[in-house]
């Protein structure tokens, strides 16, 4: 039998599976499993969804080995059986529908997904070329909150590094110190660390988790009162309610803000965030090919200032605290836009250091979430 074939062959374990299904629990179950694994393109198995009911509801699970997910969703179910179907159509079929139930039921080499009045069938794929799910680990390293863990990975997983070359860039350092949990990124020009309330379990955990799949998991899981973690054999896994994200876990621990030389800051200024960032957006529209914005610290001000030739230059002040000395530094700007939008509604504390060396944002008043944010300047435009 050759792959094509292998991939329409209808393969079940137990029964030809058939159960109805509330539309909107099982089409919000397919979009938060696309989103977490969204599949290997020129693998149509890897590109799958195993959809699993037994008389405990349906699951659905997804796999490209390196990443996998599992979502469960309450349904009535008439026959317990397994089968392998494209994911993306799936979920795109569910989203559009706009009857209250379905019905799914294994027909032959399709699996039909059946309202009143209309049928859309999909094509079987062969469940046994799939590398399946890991089971979950019975023991729990700890526990945090959702919203805590979705506000910290909005700052923090945005600031790893896009660029596949450099994988040990790419995954967020997810670490437990006592009652803390501290979640670190980088790309090399900017790390951000964020810390939140940690009710450890067992274990602690250290490990270096890709950062789509964190920031992925902040959106699902804001609004979540508990998501646990669980660390074991090389991989990473987080579950809440009724989903499940496992991932094999980046090598290398070296994400750490000590590498950064914090030492030398000889200015220090306190501002609203808001105004601040707002300031940053106006005047960087004027900003050169490399969006260098520069930052003038006065006596009790700061004044930001953008030029380019074609364009004309931009110059803005607002009020702050200074302390100490007048180091006054050039950012690109969209950069430093990311580093303050973490303390928007607030006040932000700069603390700058002469040269070239980082400058550290923090939180005048910090939360439960307490980000730090470390950001490289650059070098301003020559007259």
Request: hydrophobic letters at 45%; aromatic letters at 4%.
């Amino acid at each position: 039998m050759d792959n094509f074939s292998r991939l329409s062959v209808a393969v079940a374990t137990f029964g030809a599976m058939d159960l109805t299904v509330t539309t909107e629990h099982l089409a919000a179950a397919a979009a938060d499993l696309v989103r977490l694994v969204p599949g290997k393109l020129l693998d149509p198995v890897l590109s799958g969804v195993v959809i699993t009911a037994t008389a405990e509801g349906v699951v659905l699970e997804a796999s490209d080995r390196e990443r996998s997910a599992r979502v469960e969703c309450p349904a009535l179910v008439h026959a317990e059986g397994r089968a392998l179907v494209p994911a993306k159509p799936l979920a795109e079929t569910l989203r559009a529908l706009t009857a209250p139930q379905i019905r799914l039921v294994v027909e032959g080499s399709r699996l039909a997904i059946r309202t009143e009045g209309a049928r859309f069938a999909l094509p079987l794929l062969d469940i046994d070329l799939h590398p399946g799910t890991p089971p979950r680990q019975d023991t729990a390293n700890g526990t945090v909150s959702g919203t805590h863990l979705a506000t910290a990975l909005s700052t923090v997983a945005g600031t790893a590094s896009r660029d596949d070359a450099l994988p040990i860039f790419t995954g967020v350092r997810v670490q437990s110190e006592g009652g803390r949990l501290i979640l670190r990124a980088t790309d090399r020009y900017r790390m951000a660390i964020a810390t939140i309330p940690w009710t450890a379990q067992s274990d602690p955990v250290d490990a270096l988790v890709p950062a789509t799949l964190l920031a992925e998991v902040g959106k699902q899981v804001m609004g979540e009162h508990e998501v646990t973690l669980r660390s074991a054999h090389n991989t990473f896994s987080l579950s809440w309610r009724r989903s499940t994200a496992t991932t094999a876990v980046l090598d290398g621990t070296f994400v750490n803000e000590g590498n950064v030389v914090l030492s030398k800051v000889d200015t220090r200024v306190e501002a609203d965030a808001d105004a601040l960032l707002a300031a940053v957006r106006r005047t960087s529209l004027y900003a050169d090919t490399r969006g260098v914005v520069h930052l003038e610290v006065g006596d009790s001000h700061l004044r930001l200032r953008s030029a380019n030739q074609q364009s004309g230059e931009a110059e803005e002040t607002l009020k702050a605290t200074t302390h100490d000395g007048r180091t006054s530094p050039s950012y690109q700007a969209r950069y430093l836009v990311d580093a303050l939008r973490p303390f928007a509604g607030g006040e932000v504390h700069l603390a700058i250091q002469p040269g070239m060396r980082a400058t550290i944002l923090t939180a005048v008043d910090p939360g439960e979430v307490n980000i730090k944010y470390i950001l490289v300047p650059i070098r301003p435009p020559q007259p």
